[in-house]
């Protein structure tokens, strides 16, 4: 699900991952410089407090209204963006 919608072309993709409602971590989608993307594990651990991970992506969003939010709450969540992301 779209969270929050960026900027078309240069908006920074932060992916939050969970699974049956739990939150299995974020990341960003960062260049590896050699013209590919990765995914970079970013924010509170997931064992923090949940407001931990709220307040953090709204520093984020505040930071730069342009970035994308999408959720993914599915099984093995980080394994499906880096196949489709990178």
């Given at each position: 699900m779209v969270l929050h919608r960026g900027?078309?072309?240069s908006g920074i993709i932060l992916l939050q991952c969970l699974e049956k409602g739990e939150q299995t971590g974020l990341?960003?989608?960062i260049s590896d410089y050699t013209g590919g993307y990765t995914l970079a594990s970013c924010g509170p651990k997931e064992s923090s407090a949940p407001h931990e991970m709220?307040?953090?992506i709204a520093r984020r969003r505040r930071s730069?209204?342009?970035l994308w939010l999408i959720e993914l709450d599915i099984?093995?969540?980080e394994r499906l963006a880096a196949e489709?992301?990178?």
């Open positions: 900027d078309p072309i990341f960003e989608r709220a307040e953090y730069d209204p342009d099984a093995d969540a489709s992301l990178c």
